[in-house]
């Protein structure tokens, strides 16, 4: 069973980089019978909906949201299971819950998600 | 971007009744239309994918329904556990994107 985990600070200084990790479990990060699958980065502001960050593939393509691409960069190690999200120049409105998930090519649904993990952004 | 309303933003249901929830799309996604239930402190937990197929674990008493620009998504007989926020999810055309959420209580 694929299980997912972010990990990172919990509190960032306004302006600075926000940098986490989503470690994944049971499954290959790279390709395997089922496909290639699309490993994504999902916000939640505090009782907000759902904003999504990007995704990234295992060969290192990325898709970012308009909103955030200039501030946004993801990554792939494929040798340690992980991809990482860095946010850089980051203010109060980048305060939320981060989710990692991956998308099947099934018909591109985010199938396993990590359990999220909160980031606050303040001084 | 491709943005999903869905409605009504909040309902008030009893248990044993039958919800429904629309997500109407401001252009055609097809069928790449999801469903997601999200308990609150919990990650959100895939239903319906391609509009209308059950994920594998999922209750029958869910179903999803529509194509194009409008989806339904019931619940036949609500149970203590739906008692939750529903979000319908278009990945036609990136970037992704959510309604803003159905949040279903206890009448």
């Known amino acids: 069973q694929v299980q997912l985990q972010e990990s990172g600070p919990g509190l960032v200084k306004p302006s600075q980089t926000l940098s986490l990790t989503c470690s994944v479990s049971g499954g290959s990060i790279s390709s395997d019978s089922s496909g290639v699958y699309y490993w994504n980065w999902i916000r939640q502001h505090p009782e907000k909906g759902l904003e999504w960050i990007g995704y990234i593939y295992y060969s290192g393509d990325t898709f970012s949201n308009p909103s955030l691409k200039s501030r946004l960069t993801i990554s792939v190690d494929t040798s340690k299971n992980q991809f990482s999200l860095k946010l850089n120049s980051v203010t109060a409105a980048d305060t939320a819950v981060y989710f990692c998930?991956?998308?099947?090519?099934?018909?591109?649904?985010?199938?396993?998600w990590g359990q999220g993990i909160l980031v606050t952004v303040s001084s | 971007d491709i943005q999903l309303t869905q409605s009504p933003s909040s309902l008030s249901a009893s248990v044993g009744d039958r919800v429904t929830i629309t997500c109407r799309a401001r252009?055609?996604?097809?069928?790449?239309l999801s469903w997601y239930q999200q308990k609150p402190g919990k990650a959100p937990k895939l239903l319906i994918y391609a509009a209308s197929s059950l994920q594998s674990g999922v209750p029958s008493r869910f179903s999803g329904s529509g194509s194009g620009t409008d989806f339904t998504l019931s619940i036949s007989s609500l149970q203590p556990e739906d008692f939750a926020t529903y979000y319908c999810q278009q990945s036609y055309s990136p970037p992704w994107t959510f309604g803003q959420g159905t949040k279903v209580e206890v009448k």
């Open positions: 252009q055609t996604v097809s069928t790449y």
């Open positions: 998930a991956r998308m099947i090519p099934r018909a591109r649904e985010f199938d396993h």
